[in-house]
């Protein structure tokens, strides 16, 4: 199989452009065919030539490190350049079946993954123009079957809980060890959920916390509960209804019902006193 190198950053804050190793000499020019015509032998013009243009200077674009590739390509999204560092440090540490691709602007991955197709994603949460987690929405609204692992230091169960109901695959919280990068890979080309230990803890004691408060919340029915969840994903009464199955009017009474049991006067109030999140 033909290797390829990571050429040098694109001006939209990417780092994908190709270049096959296993043919690095331009081939030499074959003799242009003579045609015969009524004037006598006529030798044919060679088509032209074409080269990439240089990518264009930009202040904002990040200088990568040339990485080869593999059998299994991974994309890196984060805004930091000392996470592309360690992280292709880590894929380094692994078999040669592993390569690293790096973007430094969310809008920049959106463009170029649909492009370059990487196996799997690793998108951080923090960045600047647009969030890891809007990020991940927009990339499983084009490509659904693309795994995508939150890689971030955010290590909060609402970040967590927003990230999967975005369609993220796993879940990272920086730093991850080699070891941790690798099983989480192969865990989402296997169709499987990705959580490091970290998130694993996290997650269930939250889980755990968010059961007690909703206990706490007696007075609520269970349909009511479900209203208060679906809250956290959807912004308007349509989207819960539809969810649920029942009708837009019955979600609103049911919010009305939710706000005055719990004696709060918002819904993001609600979903700040039973799950610490608005």
Known sequence: MAKYNLAALDADGSALCRSR?????????????????????????????????SPTPNSQAKTLTTQPFGSVLIALVDDEESVHA?????????????????????AAALERIREERPAVVLMDIWMPEMSGIECTWRLKTIL??????????RADASGMLLSFMAGANGYLIK????????RAVQAALNGETALCPRAQTLLAGHC???????????????????????????????????????????????????????????????????????
């Open 21 to 53: 190793t296993t043919s690095c000499a331009a081939p030499s020019p074959s003799p242009s065919p003579v045609r015969l015509t009524s004037r006598g032998p006529v030798r044919a013009q060679p088509a032209p030539r074409f080269t990439l243009p």
């Open 86 to 106: 360690a992280v292709r440090k880590a894929i380094g540490d692994l078999d040669g079946r592993w390569a690293l691709c790096c973007y430094g602007r969310a």
């Open 144 to 153: 659904p079957d693309l795994p995508v692992i939150m890689h971030t230091g």
């Open 175 to 182: 730093p991850a060890s080699p070891a941790e990068l690798k």
């Open 208 to 278: 755990r916390n968010w059961g007690v408060a909703l206990n706490q919340a007696a007075s609520l029915t269970l349909r009511e509960r479900e209203v208060l969840v679906c809250l956290m994903q959807y912004v308007h009464d349509k989207d819960i209804a539809q969810h649920l199955g029942i009708a837009e009017g019955t979600v609103h009474l049911h919010v009305t019902s939710i706000l005055r049991k719990l004696g709060v006067h918002s819904r993001g109030e609600a979903l700040k006193k039973i799950f610490g999140h608005t």
